[in-house]
């Protein structure tokens, strides 16, 4: 069988005795920590999985192509989910980052705007690129009409393609996917560096000003860490490409929600551990 | 369902690669150990073969899953290799002297968790998942622990936290000059990232030689020390950066001559052509 023909087949079933499995193992994790520690990290690990799950459920947004997209053989941005979660995310938490001191709200805000800019951004040049560069123009093969303009997309779509270029729907899906990506990756990395602000000097036994360059280092790479995981994991499930909300794959993400809640729960329970124990 | 695309013909069992990898990676690590028993930082280079010797085994772990077409990219399983090792690879240096036997049994177990996670909860069935993931998170905490111990020449919390600076004259102790306080571990992150999954990209399809690729492996990870141990300067001695450096780029140049011969061995037909000649009287 050819490597075309050999995509995997994961299809949208759900598997009820996994889910349950991947529940108990989140109830055991937050039972664990809240015996480690029950207060500040508790509260971190709680966030920790805020934060995963909204960057598991954001990705579902963003339009990936994949290969097939760089040939303008089906909608989407033309590369892999790591690569593009990765860009928005980072571009959020660095966004996130600058306004740490600004309270939770608007950093987590900022950290979203961060990342649906960068994914707007990478969404226009795209389609400036397809249309302008590769001539072809912007349709959906797997709706009949854009849900948001009504625009038809039949008529657009060339044979044996699947569609090709961004249609609106998806670029504002990319921009959602961006916005919620963002800030989960900055909810995981306030949620983290303000634990280890208030723990790190004590366990370090040194001045809090000193611990300052360790405390954003270390949850500044835990986030980019868990950013990686849930975002792979979210590739996993919509087996690599996407076109946007309106891809009946989207209604897959029940599943990415348990598997982003448990991969973080786990992560971030290890990241908590450093100080509390 | 799912079919496999590539099965790996002749060459050695993954298997035996994932033990020799896993033993050759622990034994390096802990030969790093000799800075602190000897009191010097000589034996730091011991950390960037660690690197190599744990690539060589991630990217054939890579080949495992991937031939499965999982749909994802390539990059995406490198990706998350390190995603899931820089979390183990942090906590175990709080183990001081265990920390790469702590790292390993870490790290198994956040990939177990997310192989079972990809495998039923996100119903991917693919029968090397489960393994491969555990392998990946293994060769991603060990590689970042090679790293650290390749620019400090250690690998404890403490050693990767502070370092002395003499500043006047006096030596103070400073947390911003270290390789998690400069962030030094992000860099160190990417390099191994990309260097373990850019052999399978570059090589897989109907062409693919396991040894081909392994010698890429080694040639890029050797590439990464080159710039670990560049960085390593501002760490350690002037000496045992050097001695790291030299390492680096004999092992770097050996490598790619390697990897160029057997490129040329796989190539169809592979012709030394000149520039077109100017041909008179057109």
Not at chain 1, 21 to 43: H, T
Not at chain 2, 48 to 63: P, R, Y
Request: glycine content about 14%.
């Amino acid at each position: 069988m050819s490597a075309v023909a050999a995509k995997p087949q994961a299809g949208g079933a759900m598997n009820p005795t996994a889910m349950g499995v991947g529940v108990v193992l989140l109830l055991i994790i937050l039972a664990l920590c809240w015996y480690v520690s029950p207060g500040a990290g508790l509260m971190a690990l709680v966030g920790v999985i805020v934060g995963g799950v909204l960057i598991g459920f954001g990705t579902h947004f963003v339009p990936v192509g994949g290969a097939p997209a760089a040939m303008g053989q089906a909608p989407g941005i033309a590369t892999g989910v790591a690569m593009l979660a990765a860009g928005a995310g980072l571009a959020g938490l660095f966004g996130g980052a600058w306004a740490a001191e600004q309270g939770l709200l608007i950093a987590t805000l900022t950290g979203g705007v961060g990342g649906g800019l960068m994914m707007a951004i990478t969404c226009m040049m795209v389609n400036f690129v397809y249309v302008f560069g590769m001539g072809i123009p912007s349709a959906s093969g797997k709706v009949a009409k854009d849900p948001i303009t009504g625009d038809t997309q039949a008529e657009f779509k060339s044979q044996g393609t699947e569609g090709h270029g961004l249609p609106f729907v998806s670029f504002v899906g990319g921009v959602t996917g961006g916005f919620l990506g963002g800030a989960g990756g900055t909810i995981i990395y306030l949620e983290l560096l303000s634990l280890y602000e208030t723990t790190l000097p004590a366990t370090m036994k040194m001045l809090p000003a000193q611990v300052m360059p360790i405390a954003v280092a270390a949850a500044g790479i835990f986030a980019v860490g868990l950013f990686l995981v849930n975002a792979v994991l979210t590739a996993y499930n919509i087996t690599g490409t996407i076109e946007g909300p309106h891809d009946p794959k989207f209604k897959r993400w029940p599943r990415a929600i348990v598997a982003s809640a448990v991969a973080s729960a786990l992560c971030g329970f290890l990241a908590i551990l450093i100080v509390a124990m | 369902m799912t079919v496999k695309v590539e099965v790996i013909e002749g060459g050695i069992p993954h298997q035996k690669i994932m033990i020799a990898g896993l033993v050759s990676t622990l034994v390096c690590l802990y030969l790093t150990y000799l800075n602190v028993l000897t009191n010097t930082e000589m034996f730091a280079f011991f950390g960037g073969l660690a690197v190599v010797t744990a690539l060589i085994w991630g990217s054939h772990t890579i080949k495992v899953l991937c031939s499965y077409g999982i749909g994802t990219g390539v990059p995406s399983a490198g990706m998350i290799a390190f995603g899931s090792g820089v979390i183990a690879m942090l906590y175990a240096t709080k183990f001081g002297m265990a920390a790469p036997i702590v790292a390993t049994i870490l790290a198994a177990i956040i990939g177990f968790v997310l192989g079972y996670v990809s495998n039923n909860i996100l119903n991917m069935k693919i029968p090397a998942m489960v393994q491969a993931l555990t392998e990946m998170a293994v060769v991603g905490a060990l590689t970042l622990m090679g790293f650290a111990a390749l620019m400090t020449g250690g690998f404890t919390f403490e050693g990767l936290t502070t370092s002395e600076v003499s500043m006047l004259g006096i030596s103070i102790s400073t947390t911003q000059n270290s390789f998690i306080g400069g962030a030094l571990i992000a860099v160190a992150f990417l390099l191994g990232a990309i260097a373990i999954q850019h052999p399978f990209n570059a090589t897989l399809g109907p062409g693919w030689k396991q040894d081909r690729m392994l010698m890429l492996t080694a040639e890029c990870g050797f590439l990464s020390m080159i710039a670990a141990a560049i960085m390593s300067f501002a760490f350690i001695s002037m000496g045992a950066a050097i001695i790291s450096l030299i390492v680096a780029i004999v092992g770097w140049a050996y490598t790619y001559n390697q990897y160029i011969c057997l490129s040329k061995r796989d190539a169809a037909a592979w012709l030394d052509a000149k520039p077109i000649p100017e041909v008179e009287g057109h």
